[in-house]
């Protein structure tokens, strides 16, 4: 009997059997891991490429093609008392025409003045104005090119193309191998490119104005949507009533994180613009649209790292007199704080790259001047490239692959500041 209730050994099929499933799920977890392995090297692979041939293509825009000019100010046409008065087009135009003495004609002059950015007069004023000791002197001074010269000297222009399918002429092709040789023709860090606002033309355009209409937005966005997020959170974690409008409630704001966010761009059309009639491309409207896109990525982090307080504190701070509230108020969001800062970051990073719901209230104006506040126009980071991309001017293209490099190093560095807090203030209970 008592042999019965002892297991036989496996019999010689049996363990052939045994034996040839293991091999078989043993193969399978070595293909699951390679495909896994695979799956990532080529996720890797791709963002490489991408990351490569934004770089590729955006470096030309980190660099500016400059030409110098003698241009001689006489004290004798300049009002000191009246700097911007002055007809600074004519000292430029001077200055320009003495490199090339046998243009003589007015097309060919035209073709020249063609060379240098149209802003040249407006800078030279500038120079003069900011500092007026230059006036009665002559100053050797470096112009941006215009977008042709730029291209031709950065070499994206084919010489050997017909003159019908190039956009620089010979004459001007002529004229700028002899403003190289003479050594007028220099490459320098486009540092315009971040101290400038935006301009029809490539060669001086910037993303200021684009910075600082973000920052304003975000500013907005993240003094809506974190103590909002936080009530919210606190109130349904700790305090709501654990009924059907509580349920219906948390599945709502669920659902409203997975929304498109060209339906909160209409939203704030219809409410903010078509009915309050607050200020279009304004980064206060824009601001508040992105905060209703935030908040529910805000209350949903917040709500995790409340619910991840272990329940000792609550009830151990209660044991001891405090009231529910204070218990909430003064020991649980302490504690799940970095948690909630980690879900703001991050909501926040995701806001500064919508695009969508920014054009549908109008945050896509052409704006020269960076705003001077939350109700002054003006445009967001993804906006201006949607519009860099869409002019046709050619410089605009690495502008554009520059000014995505410039998003993307503001969203990883929101991301790592992310990472930082949670990884300094994480408790481990």
Request: proline share 5%; aromatic share 10%.
């Given at each position: 009997m008592s042999s019965l209730g002892r297991s036989l050994p496996p019999t010689v099929g049996e363990t052939a059997s045994l034996n040839r499933r293991g091999r078989r799920r043993y193969a399978a977890n070595r293909r699951f891991r390679f495909y896994g392995l695979l799956a990532i090297l080529f996720g890797v692979g791709m963002l490489a490429t991408l990351i490569a041939s934004l770089i590729a293509t955006a470096y030309p825009a980190f660099m500016k093609t400059e030409i110098v000019l003698d241009?001689?100010?006489?004290?004798?046409?300049?009002?000191?008392?009246?700097?911007?008065?002055?007809?600074?087009?004519?000292?430029?135009?001077?200055?320009?025409?003495?490199?090339?003495?046998?243009?003589?004609?007015?097309?060919?002059?035209?073709?020249?003045?063609?060379?240098?950015?149209?802003?040249?007069?407006?800078?030279?004023?500038?120079?003069?104005?900011?500092?007026?000791s230059m006036i009665g002197k002559t100053q050797s001074i470096a112009f941006p090119a215009s977008d042709i010269v730029d291209q031709l000297h950065k070499g994206v222009i084919d010489r050997s193309l017909p003159p019908d399918r190039r956009p620089a002429t010979d004459a001007q092709i002529a004229w700028y191998d002899k403003l190289v040789a003479a050594g007028r023709v220099r490459g320098n860090l486009n540092t315009l490119l971040i101290t400038a606002a935006d301009?029809?033309?490539?060669?001086?355009?910037?993303?200021?104005?684009?910075?600082?209409?973000?920052?304003?937005?975000?500013?907005?966005?993240?003094?809506?949507?974190?103590?909002?997020?936080?009530?919210?959170?606190?109130?349904?974690?700790?305090?709501?009533?654990?009924?059907?409008?509580?349920?219906?409630?948390?599945?709502?704001?669920?659902?409203?994180?997975?929304?498109?966010?060209?339906?909160?761009?209409?939203?704030?059309?219809?409410v903010f613009l078509n009915f309050f009639g607050l200020p279009r491309s304004a980064p206060l409207v824009g601001g508040m649209v992105l905060a209703l896109m935030t908040l529910p990525t805000v209350i949903i982090a917040g709500r995790a790292a409340i619910k991840a307080v272990p329940p000792s504190i609550r009830e151990a701070a209660i044991g001891l007199g405090a009231s529910h509230q204070q218990a909430a108020w003064h020991h649980i969001l302490p504690l799940a704080m970095p948690g909630i800062m980690t879900g703001t970051i991050i909501g926040l990073a995701q806001a500064l790259g919508e695009t969508a719901p920014l054009l549908l209230i109008g945050m896509n104006a052409f704006i020269t001047q960076p705003p001077g506040g939350i109700l002054d126009p003006a445009t967001a980071l993804p906006t201006q490239i949607y519009i860099w991309a869409d002019s046709p001017e050619r410089g605009f293209v690495s502008r554009t692959s520059a000014a995505i490099l410039v998003l993307l190093g503001f969203l990883v560095l929101m991301n790592g500041l992310a990472v930082f807090l949670r990884k300094k203030f994480e408790r481990r209970w």
């Open positions: 241009v001689t100010l006489p004290a004798g046409e300049i009002d000191r008392a009246a700097l911007k008065e002055a007809n600074y087009r004519k000292f430029f135009l001077d200055a320009l025409y003495r490199q090339f003495p046998d243009a003589t004609n007015l097309s060919e002059r035209r073709s020249i003045v063609r060379m240098i950015t149209q802003d040249a007069a407006y800078m030279l004023r500038d120079m003069v104005v900011a500092d007026p301009s029809r033309h490539p060669e001086i355009a910037g993303l200021l104005g684009a910075i600082v209409g973000s920052f304003y937005a975000l500013m907005v966005c993240f003094m809506l949507s974190f103590p909002l997020g936080i009530a919210a959170a606190v109130y349904l974690e700790e305090f709501a009533p654990k009924n059907r409008w509580t349920d219906l409630i948390e599945v709502n704001i669920n659902n409203l994180a997975a929304v498109p966010s060209i339906v909160f761009g209409l939203l704030g059309l219809a």
